[in-house]
């Protein structure tokens, strides 16, 4: 006998469905917005018809032909796979060296790191602002790439985690095989990181490519700087051309949702694994 | 599953140096829990040795130090008669077998067993091997194993058994003077286990060198070892041939550990003492004890093995076993069974659990 169940029990999936719908709705509502405004002709810029009745590209032929975007965009790849390959070969160092050589310091220097993750970055900004000011780097790749490289903490502990759940006794029979310690890590932990490594880089890649503070402040000048400061610049510039820039702001969007969508899967498996949700 | 038939090439160059191997007053503690405690072991070249003990006894412990993957806390390793103490993993002649096997998983076969020789050729171009040395020895000694036909897979696409055998075939490519083996066999399913068995015995005779094997299945250590160890508590209990420890076991916890059933004890007036399941003699209804000493219980449990039965039998608040061979009457749950052991087969024990007589 199946036990009979109350009417609302039934009804409790289908609430809690219907609110996650409302949420997404939420979310996507203003991309989608977006999107579509970047279609319309200037004056049907403030009507509410999701689809004007005269879709153009001019907008995007406006911005490709006033606005720097493909070095805009350049810049900002530079920055954020800099960022991304920096925080790796830092990540991947440290995870191994924590938990292959110092049994006894892993902890407390784990502690550290998680405790880094909690500092605001806007208490760090102004020492590394000057630091990177009197290195001369500003509206340099370099100013705008390794201040960010020290941020690596949850790069760390995700690798430390993968290279924890690698079983002991490959590198020891590596050992035993005669690699050196760097060998041990090239031919054996590496190869074995792979896919963290994937995740944890396309991650810090994201990210990187959305911030928006720290290039603002070392990387200014019009052609030196990123997407994301190019769009307010675009903004100020251009007063209120809003089909302009959000067709700018679809055409900076491209390259990130091109790499989420091919990335989302390894991003999701890297954080199930590791426990971190 | 093959079994090691060699062409004669391959057993020709399969043959390796042996070594003996000496521990001497060897400590290892992690922390403040000691693993091994001052322990001194002679390990003879070209033996197959086998450290039996429970978990937790010392005995990975062992291999780890003799390996050098890690490093003494005091104490020194030899190797014939050189203290190889301080040497790095790598650089002593001496290969690992692990219970997981280890097998670096993006590698295929031969890169797995390749791998140490490829090293040494990168390390050093002018004496290390070339690459037609490398793919003779690996072809030697996928030869001997049986692999020629798993060359190109990887761990992932190998039944357990393979996997075994290409751990071993790894650890024997460059003819090691010592072979590290731990738990090789515990992966493996029942059936699996016993042909490995025999494989990794006829392996000992085809390539000579110095075998270590660990293991907690004192059935197959009494049953491979040409030279046994028997760990407690991070000591060595006891070491010698496995009819010597089962013969004549040095301590209760020896005795108690080697043989299957475990050995029989019991308080008498004169100390504590032990007898095996099989050295007792059933007696009849009507026959008198005579000679040796007598035991009496009820039966409470029989387990049949096929070639004997078991009986778990209870006397007053203790147990003892008996092993009841065909043409002896045959007992069922709840019989009183009497039965003796000859004087010359009882093992005397003093209140330390340590051999007296003889």
Not at chain 1, 234 to 262: H, M, R
Not at chain 2, 50 to 59: A, E, L, N, Q, T
Not at chain 2, 83 to 109: I, N, S
Not at chain 2, 290 to 306: I, K, N, S
Request: contains cysteine; proline residues 5%.
């Amino acid at each position: 006998m199946s036990r009979v169940r109350h009417p609302l029990r039934r009804l409790a999936p289908v609430a809690w469905h219907s609110t996650l719908v409302v949420v997404v709705i939420a979310m996507v509502f203003p991309v989608v917005w977006a999107l579509l405004t970047s279609f319309k002709p200037a004056n049907d810029i403030y009507s509410i018809a999701p689809f004007s009745a005269e879709p153009t590209l001019d907008n995007y032929a406006r911005v490709l032909a006033d606005w720097p975007v493909v070095t805009l965009l350049g810049n900002t790849f530079v920055m954020a796979a800099g960022v991304a390959v920096g925080q790796i070969v830092i990540a991947v160092l440290g995870a191994y060296a924590l938990v292959h050589f110092s049994p006894r310091s892993r902890g407390p220097i784990l502690v550290l790191v998680t405790i880094s993750l909690a500092i605001p970055p806007q208490a760090l900004i102004i020492p590394q602002f000057l630091m990177t000011a009197r290195l001369g780097w500003l509206n340099t790749d370099a100013g705008l790439i390794v201040p960010q490289l020290g941020t690596c903490a949850l790069a760390v502990l995700l690798l430390v985690q993968h290279v924890e759940a690698l079983p002991r006794s490959l590198t020891s029979a590596a050992r035993l095989d005669g690699a050196t310690p760097f060998e041990v890590l090239w031919h054996i932990v590496l190869p074995g990181l792979r896919p963290a490594i994937a995740a944890v880089a396309i991650l810090v890649f994201i990210t990187t490519w959305n911030e928006y503070l720290w290039p603002l402040l070392v990387s200014p000048r019009a052609e030196d700087t990123t997407v994301q400061i190019g769009l307010t610049q675009f903004q100020t510039a251009e007063g209120n051309d809003y089909g302009g820039l959000l067709a700018a702001a679809t055409l900076t969007s491209i390259p990130i949702i091109v790499v989420y969508l091919f990335a989302s899967r390894r991003i999701t498996d890297a954080f199930l694994q590791s426990g971190i949700k | 599953m093959s079994t090691i038939t060699p062409s004669t090439p391959a057993r020709a160059a399969a043959r390796t140096g042996s070594a003996e191997l000496r521990l001497e007053a060897l400590t290892k503690s992690y922390g403040g829990t000691i693993a091994l405690d001052a322990v001194d072991l002679h390990i003879p070249a070209g033996s197959l040795t086998v450290i039996v003990g429970p978990s937790g006894c010392g005995k990975s412990t062992i291999l780890r130090v003799l390996s050098g993957l890690e490093t003494a806390t005091s104490g020194d390793v030899y190797v014939d008669d050189v203290a190889v103490t301080g040497q790095a993993a790598g650089d002593r002649d001496v290969a690992m077998v692990f219970q997981d096997y280890a097998l670096y998983p993006h590698m295929t076969v031969e890169q797995n067993i390749s791998f140490r020789m490829r090293l040494r050729a990168r390390h050093d171009r002018r004496s290390g091997p070339s690459r037609a040395d490398i793919a003779r020895q690996v072809r030697d000694v996928t030869g001997l194993l049986g692999l020629d036909e798993l060359l190109r897979r990887k761990p992932a696409q190998l039944s357990g058994g393979q996997r075994q055998r290409v751990a071993l075939a790894r650890a024997i490519v460059h003819r090691p003077q010592v072979l590290l083996l731990d738990e090789p066999l515990s992966a493996l399913d029942a059936q699996l286990r016993a042909s490995a068995r025999t494989e990794l015995l006829r392996l000992h005779r085809e390539i000579e060198s110095t075998m270590v094997l660990v293991t907690h299945d004192q059935h197959e250590a009494l049953s491979m070892a040409t030279h046994l160890v028997v760990m407690d508590k991070g000591r060595v209990a006891q070491s010698g041939t496995a009819e010597e420890l089962f013969r004549r076991p040095g301590s209760e916890f020896v005795a108690a550990f080697v043989g299957s059933p475990a050995m029989n004890f019991a308080d008498t007036p004169s100390g504590r003492v032990g007898w095996r399941a099989t050295d007792a003699r059933i007696l009849g209804d009507a026959e008198r004890a005579g000679e040796g000493f007598a035991v009496e219980g009820v039966v409470d449990v029989v387990e049949f093995t096929g070639d004997c039965r078991h009986l778990l039998c209870r006397a007053g608040s203790s147990t003892f076993t008996i092993v009841q061979r065909d043409g002896e009457a045959g007992m069922r749950t709840g019989d009183i069974v009497r039965a003796v052991v000859p004087d010359s087969l009882l093992h005397h024990f003093d209140q330390n659990g340590n051999r007296t007589h003889d």
